[in-house]
């Protein structure tokens, strides 16, 4: 097992005005599953390829354990790494996908045949051992593209959307495979998808990545409850939480017809009056004094115990995004009514309006 550490790693592709990958700065622990995440063209998969060796590296180094591994070549790195379209050889059975990189390495049959069955045990394959691909589900060749990497017993796990051919129902289960997986392993997994689900349910730490450049590095607990920045916390979390331009008065922020109540040392931070809040749907409540902030409710998503309420905001609230609260499902507000929402204490995000980032503590 090893660590891997971004040292300043930075990628441009020829003909590039600017960096896929801008400076990247991690340590990824001995045996950690650390998952990136972002929108497409990010440079999640570049910063994956970067490690793999399969990305030149313009500045900086990549280290896997203390040796540099930034000019060496991909068969030279002890890495081995899963694909989105699991790249089997469909003449082949499943026995000799997954022995395939041992036997060109020179590897005994004994010791291929052995590393294949004790893998094949672990995924629950031994049954498909004789199968060819065009044989099995889409499942069962992920878990074959898995074992194959497996075999090799690497010192590093490179996974690239390794779920995104998957229907939902199989990516679910798939995914806590993976990960239990892992940690049954501990191998240190670097896990690349655009799912912040998958990437909060899945890894020990989450890495969020914005034009190339790093946006947070914190486990998901941490991730979710203390965004760094604006773009964080309007992409962790499902359904994704509510940000407003909000004005600042004398003993707080004014939310709707009621004043949040903020420390005048958080309100020093502020500047222009104006401040970009946050607050995830399961954080407001509603008022009803009627004070607050008006929602006219144009959705009801109804799940039972739970009810997600979508709705517009008046007037100089109004935003391009529904603001979208989570209420007791047995009695939700009705499609049309106007309701009032207030943030629960402590609960609310604060971000700088010009520079997007965090201000409260």
């Known amino acids: 097992m090893a660590t891997v550490t971004y040292d300043g790693a930075t990628r441009i592709y020829p003909g590039a005005d600017e960096p896929s990958v801008d400076k990247l700065d991690i340590e990824i622990g001995d045996g950690e599953f650390l998952v990136f995440v972002g929108p497409s063209g990010c440079g999640k998969s570049t910063s994956l390829r970067m490690l793999a060796g399969l990305e030149e590296i313009n500045e900086g180094r990549i280290l896997i354990g203390d040796r540099d591994v930034t000019s060496l070549p991909p068969k030279d790195r002890d890495v081995a790494m899963v694909f989105q379209n699991y ?10 996908n997954m022995g395939f990189a041992l036997k060109i390495a020179g590897k005994p049959k004994e010791d291929i045949r052995s590393r294949v069955e004790e893998a094949a045990k672990i995924l629950d394959l031994t049954e498909f051992l004789d199968r060819k691909p065009k044989a099995l589900s889409g499942g069962q060749r992920q878990r074959v593209a898995m074992g194959r990497a497996i075999v090799r017993q690497p010192q590093v796990f490179l996974m690239d959307e390794p779920l995104s051919n998957l229907d939902a129902k199989l990516r679910v289960q798939t995914r806590t495979q993976i990960a239990s997986l892992q940690r049954r392993l501990g191998v240190t997994t670097v896990y690349v998808t655009h799912d912040q689900v998958e990437a909060m349910t899945m890894g020990d730490r989450v890495a969020v990545l914005k034009d190339g450049l790093l946006q947070q590095c914190d486990p998901p607990r941490r ?4 965004p760094d920045n604006v773009f964080v916390a309007g992409f962790i979390g ?5 940000l407003m331009t909000l004005p600042v008065v004398d003993d707080g922020i004014k939310f ?23 607050i995830r749907p399961e954080d407001v409540e509603l008022d009803d004094s009627g004070s607050g902030l008006a929602v006219e409710i144009d959705l009801v998503e109804e799940l039972g115990a739970d009810a997600y309420v979508y709705g517009e905001l008046p007037g100089a609230h109004a935003t391009d995004k529904p603001f979208i609260a989570r209420v007791d499902g047995r009695t939700p507000p009705r499609k049309g009514e106007t309701v009032h929402f207030k943030p629960k ?13 965090r201000i409260n503590p």
Do not use: C, W
């Open 87 to 96: 790249a089997l050889y469909p003449h082949m059975t499943v026995a000799d």
């Open 256 to 278: 709707g017809d009621a004043v949040h109540p903020v420390e005048r040392e958080i309100l020093g931070k502020v500047g222009d009056n104006q401040v970009i809040a946050g």
């Open 345 to 357: 204490l402590d609960h609310l995000h604060l971000f700088n309006v010009e520079s997007g980032l």
């Open 223 to 226: 991730m979710y409850d203390h």
């Open 238 to 242: 499902s359904p994704a939480m509510n």
